[in-house]
């Protein structure tokens, strides 16, 4: 059996991320390593959910440099 799994905001993780099979991230990821996604995984990119993550945490509500934007490609 298979149980989805559903997250919005914002991942900072500092090595790999794999998103499992039914797994969904809605918002941004900054993966210091390698991101894959299995099949049947999504990563819905949402700037919105991001943006209200951070509001929600009173520590990040000024603003930081966070790095250079980037796309990375889901690996396989």
Do not use: K
Not at 52 to 74: C, D, I, K, M, Q
């Amino acid at each position: 059996m298979t149980v989805d799994s559903h997250f919005r905001g914002w991942v900072w993780v500092g090595g790999a991320l794999t998103l499992e099979r039914g797994a969904t991230l809605g918002g941004l990821a900054d993966v210091g390593g390698r991101l894959t996604a299995a099949p049947g995984a999504r990563l819905e990119v949402d700037v919105c959910a991001a943006g209200s993550a951070l509001e929600a945490t009173h520590v990040l509500r000024r603003p930081r440099r966070v790095g250079p934007a980037t796309w990375p490609l889901l690996h396989r």
